[in-house]
C-alpha cells in the first residue's frame, strides 16, 4: 500500500478524500477541478485498483434543427391540414400558397397525408377525405415530438413507430450518446482513503535547484512512476510514405555523384515527342493515351527546329527517318508530359550551348508522369518515374548495367537481371528484373539502353554515348508497404498515414 501511495500524482491526491461522492459532478465540485481532469484521475485510480468505474451508455432520441422549429409551428402535414380544414378542396399551387410550405415540406405533407387517407389526389387538387375525429386526433409523430427528449431503450411500440417515420426526414430528430459513469471504491481503496497520503518532501520531479544540494534530495521519497503503463497514442506530424521513398531515391542519385533535373508537368509535343524521335502519327500521341491541353508552346529556336524537322523526314547519319512530312504545328500542341524523358531531353540540349569537352556529366530526375489511363487497382492516370542520363565519349554498355546494378542494390534488390529489349529512344536496349524473394518470381522494373544518333546528334550537336534509364516508381512502392490498389498511394486515409511504417531500407 505505501508503494501505491508513493505512485499518486497530485490529481490523483486531490479527489481520493472525495471518492464516496459516488457523482462525478459532486467529485468536480469539491475538488475544483474540471471533468476531464477527474475522469483522467479516476482512471489512474482505477489501474491501480483503489476503485472500479462501470461506464454505461444511454441513446438518447432528441430534437433536431427541424425538429425545434416544427415543435413550436406544427408539422407541415399539421399545417396543410389546418388549411384544408376551412377550404376542404384546393388546387395543389393554393395549397402550398397558403400552407406557407416550401416545396420539399408540401411534397412530404402530401406524401404522409396520402398514407394516412386523411387527402385524396384529383385533378391537380387536393381533397380532404379524414372525419373531424381524425382532424382533432394528434398523429403519433406529434405525440413522440412532444416527449422528447426520450432514452431510446424505454420507446414504446407506437414510439418505435414514430421514429422510423421521422427519420426519413431531414434534421427533424437526432441521436445522443450518453456515457453514465458510476464508481466504486474497493477495500483497498478504503484503506488508502483512511491513510495519511499526504506525505512529507515527497519529490515529484528532479529539477537544477534540487541536484544542487545534497540536502535537497537524499533522505526523500521520491514519486514513483509506472513506466508499464499504457499511456494515449500521439501521431506526430511526418512526411507522406510516398514523398519519404522519393527522397529516399533521391538521396541514392545524389551519392552516386548525379545532378538533378527538373522541369515542368506541361510540356509541348516537341519536347515531349518530337526531339525524343516519336513520330507524329505514332499511336502514344493520340487522345487515348495522352492528355492534351488547350494551348500552344513555341520553340524559339528555330535551327533546332530545322535540325529535328531533317532527321524525322530523313534521318541522321546513316539513318533513314520516318520518311513523311514534319508538321511544325503538330509539336506545338501541349501536353501533360508522359515521361520524365523530355527532360533528358532538355538537358542535352542545355549542354549542346557548352564547349565539346564540357558536354559530359551525370543527371537523374525524379517526377510525376501523365497518362489517359482508366483507373483501377493496377492503373492510375498518373505516377512517378526515376530517370537517368550519363553522358561522356568514353561510355560503355556494361558501365550502363553497372549504374542500374548498383541503384537496385540500394533499393534492397540483391538479385538482378538484364534482358535484351526493344525501346523506341534506345539502341541497344535492355530490359531490368529484379527477384523477388517472397513471391519467388521476377519483377520487371524499368528499361534503358543508349540514346539512339537521332536523339543524341540534334540535341547535344555531337554523335557521344548517352547511357539512357527510365523506371516507373509507384509498383516498388506499392510492394514495399504491401499494398494491393494503386488508388491506395493518394487516398490520403488518416488511419493508413498513422500506422503505416516509415520508408526504412
Known amino acids: 500500500m505505501d508503494k501505491i501511495i508513493q505512485s499518486l500524482s497530485p490529481i490523483e491526491k486531490k479527489i481520493i478524500p472525495y471518492l464516496e461522492e459516488k457523482e462525478i459532478s459532486r467529485i468536480c465540485e469539491k475538488s475544483n477541478l474540471d471533468k476531464t481532469t477527474v475522469l483522467r484521475a479516476l482512471e489512474y485510480l482505477q489501474k491501480k485498483e483503489i476503485l472500479k468505474l462501470n461506464v454505461k451508455q444511454k441513446k438518447i432520441i432528441d430534437l433536431g434543427v427541424n425538429g425545434i ?15 384544408l380544414d376551412s377550404k376542404r378542396i384546393l388546387s395543389l399551387k393554393d395549397a402550398q400558397k397558403e400552407s406557407k410550405l416550401s416545396e420539399d415540406e408540401f411534397k412530404v405533407s402530401i406524401g404522409v397525408l396520402k398514407r394516412k387517407a386523411l387527402i385524396e389526389l384529383k385533378n391537380g387538387k387536393i381533397i380532404l377525405s379524414a372525419t373531424k375525429e381524425e382532424m382533432s386526433k394528434k398523429s403519433l409523430e406529434e405525440l413522440f415530438i412532444e416527449n422528447l427528449p426520450i432514452e431510446q431503450s424505454e420507446l414504446t411500440s407506437e414510439q418505435n413507430f414514430a421514429l422510423k417515420e421521422l427519420e426519413r426526414r431531414k434534421n427533424i430528430l437526432e ?3 450518453i456515457k453514465k459513469i458510476s464508481l466504486e471504491v474497493t477495500s483497498l481503496g478504503k484503506k488508502i482513503m483512511n491513510s495519511e497520503i499526504e506525505k512529507k518532501d515527497m519529490i515529484e520531479s528532479l529539477d537544477q535547484e534540487i541536484l544542487k544540494k545534497d540536502t535537497n534530495w537524499k533522505g526523500k521519497i521520491f514519486r514513483r512512476y509506472d513506466v508499464t503503463g499504457n499511456v494515449p497514442r500521439l501521431n506526430g506530424g511526418k512526411r507522406h510514405f510516398v514523398n519519404q521513398a522519393l527522397d529516399y531515391v533521391r538521396k541514392i542519385w545524389l551519392e ?18 518530337d526531339a525524343l524521335f516519336t513520330a507524329q502519327d505514332h499511336p502514344v500521341r493520340e487522345m487515348q493515351d495522352t492528355f492534351f491541353l488547350n494551348k500552344t508552346l513555341e520553340v524559339q529556336d528555330k535551327k533546332l527546329l530545322k535540325t529535328i524537322k531533317e532527321t524525322h523526314e530523313k534521318g541522321v547519319q546513316g539513318s533513314e527517318g520516318w520518311n513523311y512530312t514534319w508538321e511544325e504545328e503538330e509539336s506545338k500542341k501541349s501536353v501533360l508530359r508522359t515521361h520524365t524523358t523530355c527532360l533528358s531531353a532538355h538537358k542535352l540540349y542545355e549542354l549542346s550551348k557548352l564547349p565539346q569537352e564540357k558536354r559530359v556529366g551525370k543527371f537523374f530526375a525524379l517526377g510525376k508522369n501523365f497518362r489517359n489511363e482508366t483507373v483501377d487497382w493496377s492503373h492510375g492516370f498518373e505516377f512517378y518515374q526515376t530517370e537517368g542520363i550519363v553522358i561522356d565519349p568514353e561510355l560503355n554498355f556494361r558501365q550502363l548495367l553497372g549504374y542500374l546494378k548498383q541503384f537496385y542494390k540500394q533499393m534492397g534488390f540483391e538479385k538482378i537481371r538484364f534482358t535484351p529489349a526493344y525501346f523506341p529512344y534506345t539502341e541497344p536496349s535492355v530490359e531490368v528484373n529484379v527477384w523477388h524473394p517472397e513471391k519467388k518470381v ?4 524499368g528499361g534503358a539502353g543508349i540514346f539512339r544518333p537521332e536523339i543524341t546528334i540534334p540535341l547535344l550537336g555531337v554523335r557521344t554515348p548517352v547511357l539512357a534509364w527510365g523506371q516507373g516508381f509507384d509498383r516498388i512502392i506499392m510492394d514495399y508497404y504491401k499494398i494491393k490498389d494503386l488508388r491506395e498511394l493518394y487516398r490520403n486515409d488518416l488511419n493508413q498515414l498513422r500506422n503505416i511504417k516509415h520508408w526504412m531500407k
Not at 69 to 83: A, D, F
Open 442 to 445: 521476377w519483377l520487371e522494373l
Open 175 to 177: 441521436t445522443k450518446e
Open 69 to 83: 422549429l416544427y415543435k413550436r409551428k406544427e408539422l407541415p402535414e399539421r399545417r396543410l391540414l389546418n388549411v
Open 256 to 273: 552516386m555523384g548525379f545532378k538533378e533535373m527538373e522541369g515542368k508537368m506541361i510540356q509541348s509535343s516537341f519536347w515531349n515527342f
